[in-house]
């Protein structure tokens, strides 16, 4: 299935860069970052010197870091003009010199794509990048001016994530076609800027050593390339954070190998017969209502919520059948989703009309006061469990999700009693 992929999207925006360099829309990486944007006459003092390179290498010496970024990324989306916003955050150190992971870097990329090209970045990617990889279905969120966002939100199939990086494992040529020059391709995944050990960073590549680098995204998105054992390794997850729990990457250690493994039939025979008493196992989660009252208390009324990390201004439960019902979700600016949310153990699925991105749900009774939501952005990365925990006039919900650390706690009433 297409599958958000996460910051593996600056990766693709580093090779759109090397397309635009490659074909002259851009001179080289070198240029002066201010130079596409004259109509912004005053900013923050790194902007003198900042090129492109140091965007891409997330050396621009700006006061934005994974420690601050969500508060920036929070006043980001209120303003109508991105660039400006970006180009007035405090300068803390020289360009070029000190790593320092910013998304904004990216979507000034974005903005130069742009800019550059007369392309916003979905139609520069598609013709230059995606067709010729055959790379039909992708889905890439982009804001209110229509530029995509360059640091994330590019939603790719895993296959086509295979055909990148066959691409970057043959520096640049698909199919004995050129697409990419391969100065650009070894220029990218280089080491630039040095980080622990043999590490470091490249045009936004993370760079293992001499033979290995990987595309990253949070949740576990990874297109991982190895020129010395001649392999690509593509991963998708969500709802937890494989990256600060080093799953993927203690995978791809223990499983690339020069020779092949011998057959370890034993073993495949064992995996089978978990797979298949996977399939029975109907599920661990209580399915006998319990709590035949407390319906009545919670579905078909009117849920109003305090501010929350989900941004849900209201809610309903709305009564279909005896064992499925409508999870119908309003947010601040009034727009209404219904998602069809069964009661048991089965999910249901609901397609985004817009990105085509997929999302399962399911409800069911923890307790006898409390009933739970399963909402899996299932071809994205979060996956979110909503509690609710009923009292007298109002209602405490928990809204819990392992990828972004959310653990709200706030309080919902009943629309008659608020």
Known sequence: ???????????????????????????????????????????????????????????????????????????????????????????????????????????????????????VPEKFADKYLFKPLDITHFYWTKNDKGINYGWGDLALKPR??????????????????????????????????????????????????????????????????????????????????????????????????????????????????????????????????TAANQEKILFNRQLIFEKNSLNISTARFLTVTGKDMVFRVTDPSGKKVDYPLPVGTAYRYFTDPFSKHIYAFRGYWKAPDEFIVDFNTLTKINKNSIGFKLKDKEIQVTIQEETQKINDTVRVYFEENK
């Open 160 to 289: 086509d994530m295979a055909r990148i990086g066959r691409l970057l494992l043959n520096d640049g040529v698909w199919n004995g076609t050129r697409v990419i020059s391969e100065t650009y391709i070894r220029k990218a995944t280089s080491i630039h800027i040095p980080l622990d050990g043999d590490e470091g960073y490249g045009y936004g590549f993370w760079v293992d050593n001499a033979h290995s680098f990987n595309a990253v995204g949070r949740g576990g998105q990874r297109i991982h390339v190895d020129r010395l054992y001649n392999a690509i390794v593509v991963a998708t997850g969500g709802g937890y954070n494989w990256d600060e729990k080093g799953g993927i990457d203690d995978i791809i250690g223990r499983s690339i190998h020069r020779n092949a493994l011998p057959e370890n039939r034993p073993a495949a025979d064992s995996l089978q017969k978990a797979i298949a008493f996977a399939k029975k196992v109907e599920s661990i989660l209580p399915v006998k209502n």
């Open 1 to 119: 299935m297409q599958h958000d992929i996460a910051s593996c999207t600056k990766s693709v925006t580093s090779l759109l860069i090397g397309i635009a360099i490659d074909k002259g829309f851009i001179r080289d990486e070198n240029e002066l970052v201010r130079k596409y944007f004259p109509e912004i006459k005053s900013y923050s003092p790194n902007f003198e010197t900042l090129t492109i390179k140091d965007l891409l290498t997330m050396s621009s010496g700006l006061d934005c870091r994974s420690n601050n970024e969500d508060a920036l990324f929070a006043q980001l989306f209120k303003v109508s003009d991105w660039p400006a916003f970006i180009f007035h955050i405090p300068s803390i150190s020289t360009p070029g010199k000190k790593f320092s992971y910013c998304s904004c870097n990216y979507y000034l990329l974005a903005e130069i794509l742009f800019r550059a090209t007369k392309q």
